[in-house]
């Protein structure tokens, strides 16, 4: 799996790079900028890139311009955007019409090996990673009234690992229940909020994040 | 109190003013001037038939020595530093000495002779040289010169070739050719002298305007005709005209109606100063500073007026809001009167050129409204205080800022970026360490600690600046604020481009403040968040539906919430009535 990383420091650029060649991905090009990622990414054709929002030279809002740009010249690139705040605000900006190919974690995840490394796989064939903030603040957010409250306790914890962008095999892996199992959970969710149900597992995180937002 | 043009360096000169002997005497010699050359004209038969009526061209001349000695010593006594009142006399004097030239006796009648043409001279001079007595260019000094030089010693030369009878004491030969030559080289640069004159009134009021009141626009138009009026008679003379006799009388008609419009401009000025009389009740019903300009306007007719405040303690000249203001130069098209108070400055006056002519009018409603003035410098001054204490606290603020923001770039730049390293090099560690269970642990307890710094320093850089509104703008940054509100928000951010950075942190802080105050008073169910941009301000405002009747005087937050909005020129407000809600309002100006 071909990655390519834009983080202007070198400190983290290396880290990121050795931990993503340790864990099996070809590293095929490592950035300062923004701009150096657009050409690069045209050159190497990765399979994801993973991108700081804050990148040189002004520190504002390159990496996501970056991001949202990639997203809609190279559709086929995963992009997962790596930040020191995670934002409802920039979540929203960048998963405007679809969740596919598309993450955006707080910074510290990455030193959960495996959970970072298994965003990143996701993301690269298609697949989203939100970061868990995110997904509690929109879980915590009040409403008039509430249909989250109808949730069971572990109806609401797959809802996060849906809302998260994990798979039904992901959560029911991290749930240790039967993938069975988890599609019946799913199918009650949907039901108990009024949500259609739809097919692919990332345009499900779209629903669910909209539907959360609103 | 004393008003000067300020652009004079050396201060005041020192002014002769003119006692009664001096004036009387003045009146007294015009009179008997007038009377005596009346006397002269009937006495004698000096005036010829060519003249015309003996009478007639005798009453025109005694007009216009008295006319002229009159409106010279009212103009002399009236303004005494200006040259003109005394340049009208000596005109009237001259004119008196030329009708020595209608006696028969020989000593008299060569002195009135060899004079005939000064008198043009001299219209000239005085009439280029109004108001101030004095000629200014080099082109005016040139025009009088050389009609001076022609009309004094050209007449001699006429008087030693030409037939001048009996009396002529300069009489050498009669040679008719060469009296010619020179009697049309003497009209013909006189008149062009003249009609270079009017040329110059006609440029000088193309380049000041209008005057500005119509006794004066009159007195101009008076003193061009007069010079137009030489001209043509001279130019009738020289082609020896049918109608010269009637030109003639024209001629001395028109020039002895320039005083006249002197006087009646004199009478208008006086009018003009019952103006003052007007500004100072004016004055005291209205003392508002902002009325002070519009009322001098009034009082001068002149609406273009402004005033300029001298402030000592700043080095530099105010409008009465206290702004720095430049004065006019002088290729502006505009004036300046300098109005001191006990040798201080005090104000000036920017006024249209025309004022220039009434410098009594200037100084007197300088001089009535000093009182004013000075109230109005002490108001401007006030402002100027006001706005340099305004700016210092924007200045305090924003360098507070500007501070944070550094030191939460720093924060994100160095610590946050290294311990997120180290966290990845730890598990690398972990990794290679095989299995001591107990080292995985120490080492997992490590990477824990980690994160927990992790997440304190991104609170920590979070409260220093909010770097996602810089970065992103305040929309995105609200999202998250109205997401973690206690009650549901309504959120409406209606922008259009994005607000100045200072405005967009100031505008979170207030949604911030506001969100968290609805946390504190309990009772609220829900609440909205509007950003709008209208007229040049951005306007936020957080509604609740709660209890209200929160007390908006306590609490730091708000202060300094107010502090960081008024720092920027805007202003907070906070409506809390019992029962209907809280409402946190801030308008920053944005444009």
């Known amino acids: 799996m071909r990655v390519a990383i834009a983080e202007d420091s070198v400190l983290l650029r290396d880290g990121l790079a050795r931990l993503l060649e340790d864990s099996g991905f070809d590293v095929v090009a490592q950035c300062e900028t923004a701009d150096e990622l657009m050409l690069k990414v045209r050159s190497y054709a990765p399979d994801v890139v993973v991108v700081d929002i804050r990148l040189p030279p002004t520190h504002n809002d390159e990496g996501l311009r970056a991001a949202i740009t990639l997203r809609a010249q190279h559709p086929s690139v995963g992009v997962l955007v790596l930040s020191q705040y995670v934002e409802l605000g920039l979540a929203m900006e960048l998963l405007a019409d679809s969740a596919e190919g598309v993450g955006y974690l707080l910074k510290d995840r990455i030193s959960d090996v495996g959970d970072f490394v298994g965003a990143v796989r996701r993301v690269a064939t298609g697949g989203s990673a939100l970061d868990p903030i995110i997904v509690s603040t929109l879980l915590a957010r009040q409403r008039p009234d509430d249909p989250l409250g109808q949730l069971t306790p572990r109806e609401r914890e797959v809802l996060e690992l849906m809302a998260a962008g994990s798979s039904n095999q992901g959560i029911a892996d991290k749930l240790v229940i039967t993938l069975r199992a988890v599609e019946k959970y799913v199918s009650t969710i949907f039901a108990k909020l009024g949500l259609p149900s739809s097919g692919s597992e990332s345009r499900r995180v779209l629903a669910v994040l909209m539907y959360l937002r609103s | 109190m004393s008003a000067s043009a300020p652009a004079r360096p050396g201060g005041?000169?020192?002014?002769?003013?003119?006692?009664?002997?001096?004036?009387?005497?003045?009146?007294?010699?015009?009179?008997?001037?007038?009377?005596?050359?009346?006397?002269?004209?009937?006495?004698?038969?000096?005036?010829?038939?060519?003249?015309?009526?003996?009478?007639?061209?005798?009453?025109?001349?005694?007009?216009?020595?008295?006319?002229?000695?009159?409106?010279?010593?009212?103009?002399w006594s009236r303004r005494p530093a200006s040259r003109f009142g005394p340049l009208m006399i000596v005109t009237g004097a001259v004119c008196f000495l030329v009708t020595l030239s209608w006696t028969t006796s020989d000593v008299p009648f060569t002195i009135g002779q060899t004079l005939d043409k000064l008198p043009t001279a001299l219209f000239l001079h005085a009439f280029l040289a109004f108001p101030t007595g004095r000629l200014e260019g080099p082109l005016e000094k040139g025009v009088v010169a050389v009609a001076y030089a022609t009309a004094i010693l050209l007449e001699p030369a006429r008087m030693a070739v030409g037939e001048y009878g009996p009396h002529n004491l300069f009489g050498v030969a009669s040679a008719p050719a060469a009296f010619n030559v020179v009697r049309d080289v003497q009209l013909v640069v006189l008149a062009g002298c003249c009609l270079g004159g009017v040329a110059i009134i006609a440029i000088r009021r193309r380049r000041r305007g209008r005057p500005l009141r119509r006794s004066l626009a009159l007195l101009n138009d008076a003193f061009a005709l007069g010079l137009v009026m030489i001209a043509v008679f001279f130019l009738a003379n020289l082609v020896d005209a049918p109608a010269v006799a009637q030109i003639r009388w024209i001629t001395f008609v028109v020039l002895g109606l320039a005083p006249v419009a002197f006087l009646i401009g004199i009478a208008h000025a006086r009018l003009a100063r019952s103006s003052v009389g007007e500004l100072l009740v004016e004055l005291r019903d209205d003392s508002s500073a902002a009325g002070l300009a519009p009322a001098l306007g009034r009082a001068l007719r002149d609406p273009s007026l402004a005033l300029a405040f001298w402030l000592p303690e700043f080095e530099t000249w105010v409008d009465i809001d206290g702004r720095a203001v430049d004065l006019p130069g002088s290729g502006d098209g505009r004036a300046t009167t300098l109005v001191e108070h006990d040798g201080a400055r005090l104000a000036t006056l920017v006024h249209d050129r025309a004022l220039e002519e009434e410098p009594e009018l200037l100084a007197a409603v300088g001089a009535a409204a000093a009182i004013a003035l000075e109230n109005g410098r002490l108001h401007a001054e006030q402002r100027a205080h006001l706005e340099e204490l305004r700016g210092s606290r924007a200045r305090v603020i924003q360098a507070g800022q500007r501070e944070r923001q550094r030191l939460e770039r720093d924060l994100h730049d160095g610590a946050q970026q290294r311990l997120i390293a180290l966290s990845l090099e730890l598990r690398r560690l972990e990794e290679q360490l095989g299995s001591d269970p107990n080292a995985r642990s120490r080492l997992d307890l490590a990477r824990r600690e980690i994160a927990t710094s992790l997440a304190e320093l991104r609170d920590v850089a979070r409260g220093l600046h909010p770097a996602v509104v810089s970065g992103h703008g305040l929309a995105v940054a609200l999202e998250q604020l109205a997401a973690l509100a206690p009650v549901p928000v309504r959120l409406c951010v209606d922008l259009g481009t994005r607000l100045p950075e200072d405005v967009e942190v100031a505008a979170y802080y207030v949604v911030s403040e506001g969100l968290a105050n609805v946390a504190k008073h309990a009772t609220a169910t829900s609440a909205r968040v509007d950003v709008t941009r209208s007229d040049g301000r951005a306007i936020v405002e957080v509604v609740d539906d709660g209890a209200g009747g929160a007390d908006t005087e306590r609490g730091s937050g708000l202060r300094g919430l107010a502090d960081r909005v008024e720092a920027l020129g805007g202003r907070l407000r906070v409506w809390s009535p019992p029962g209907d809600g809280t409402r946190l309002r801030a308008e920053m100006p944005c444009a």
């Open chain 2, 12 to 75: 005041r000169r020192r002014v002769r003013v003119p006692g009664v002997p001096a004036l009387s005497a003045v009146a007294v010699g015009g009179v008997v001037a007038g009377a005596a050359s009346l006397d002269f004209a009937l006495a004698n038969d000096g005036i010829g038939p060519e003249l015309g009526e003996p009478l007639v061209i005798a009453s025109i001349w005694s007009w216009t020595i008295v006319a002229y000695f009159l409106g010279g010593m009212l103009a």
